[in-house]
């Protein structure tokens, strides 16, 4: 059982605030992603968490219990960072072993631990080798299985999956999310990953300079993004922004109009709408505009074009095939699209 609450926790470094005012409780067995650009603030948020590295104001709590004070040693926590630290000269066998040790587990229970952590990410196998002699992405499991084989009441995972090729991210990626179901662990995983945080939490944090932007279910962060901060962030392409004007339901920028927009605010707003949302259409539509460019995506065809002075992606059919330049318009109706704040960012309706 781990709940984990964050009151108003803050870092700073003199003037400058690497987190400002983190409040949330995290459920016991929760999968939270944080998720930001780099230097947003999500690596000093886990660090706090673990212990090394002070919060200049606010509490921590685990069950309750303020852990503030409390020496890394002493919080039940296991971090899995990017650079995973094995020890060279060690065999995978005592690499997995050594937190067993430091923290005076009696030696009767090493065997059967190591061997169910490495079980649980398929290293049985390479217990006898070294470090040098395993790939990147055995390695990483070997760092996974370090922390599993406390089995920890937290998991605090900083970017674990940086090093590894694409397709061993994806399967490690699921082996991660299982292995956290399996434990019942509550679970803090940082990345500026996008993809792996829609794809692993129950719930993300999004933050920047600092400061969270959003909470929420990956659903609730794709589909009602709280600023245009989440909305050009979250998504593959982002979701487009086009800034303009909106009147009695109208917005007009440049050769763009579309109306039917349901809301009381008049004035300069930013529109999105995402790629594949929006279709290319022949006929009448609310953007004319040349095609700037065509990605074969193999499921579908990513068109972008320019429009209100940037440029738009328009997700098309498979086979849709235009030649860079072309005249193309895309239909963008009013049901579709997300409305902010021309001035602060936030969402209006
Ligand atoms: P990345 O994805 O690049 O790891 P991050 O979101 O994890 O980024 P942090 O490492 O938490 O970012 O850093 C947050 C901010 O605090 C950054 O602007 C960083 O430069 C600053 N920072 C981190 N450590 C210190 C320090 N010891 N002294 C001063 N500033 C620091």
Redesign the pocket.
């Known amino acids: 059982m781990a709940e984990i609450q964050l009151r108003n926790v803050s870092?700073r470094?003199g003037s400058?605030v690497?987190?400002k005012e983190f409040d949330l409780t995290i459920a016991d067995q929760e999968f939270l992603v944080l998720l930001?650009?780099?230097?947003?603030?999500?690596?000093?948020?886990m660090?706090m968490i673990a212990g090394l590295e002070d919060a200049s104001g606010g509490d921590i709590l685990v069950d309750g219990k303020r852990i503030n004070d409390l020496d890394p040693k002493d919080r039940d926590v296991a971090m899995v960072f990017q650079s995973y630290a094995l020890y060279p000269n060690m065999n995978v066998y005592d690499n997995i072993r050594f937190p067993l040790k430091v923290r005076g587990v009696p030696q009767s229970e090493h065997d059967d631990r190591v061997k169910r952590a490495s079980a649980m990410v398929e290293l049985d196998e390479f217990l006898h080798r070294k470090p040098a002699e395993l790939s990147g992405g055995q390695r990483q499991r070997v760092a996974l299985a370090r922390a599993v084989v406390r089995e920890p009441n937290v998991f605090l995972m900083?970017?674990p999956l940086s090093n590894l090729d694409a397709k061993l991210r994806v399967s490690t990626r699921a082996q991660i999310k299982n292995l956290s179901h399996e434990l019942k662990t509550t679970t803090i995983y940082?990345t500026?990953d996008q993809i792996e945080a829609m794809t692993l939490a129950d719930r993300v944090v999004v933050?920047n300079k600092?400061v969270v932007q959003q909470v929420g279910t990956p659903t609730e962060i794709y589909d009602n993004p709280a600023n245009t901060f989440v909305a050009g962030f979250i998504g593959s392409p982002a979701m487009n922004l086009m800034d303009g004007v909106l009147e009695n339901g109208t917005f007009t920028a440049e050769n763009i109009n579309i109306p039917g927009l349901t809301t009381g605010h008049n004035g300069p707003v930013t529109l999105g709408f995402r790629a594949e949302d929006a279709t290319v259409a022949d006929g009448q539509s609310q953007a004319n505009s040349q095609v700037y460019s065509l990605e074969l995506l193999g499921e579908a065809t990513m068109v972008t074009m320019r429009a209100a002075g940037t440029i738009i992606s328009v997700k098309s059919g498979k086979d849709y095939r235009v030649d860079i330049g072309d005249s193309v318009s895309a239909s963008i109706p009013a049901s579709i699209c997300h409305l902010f704040d021309a001035s602060t960012g936030d969402r209006l309706t």
């Open positions: 870092k470094w400058f690497g987190v930001g650009p780099s230097g947003c603030g999500k690596t000093t948020t660090r900083d970017e940082v500026h933050m600092g």
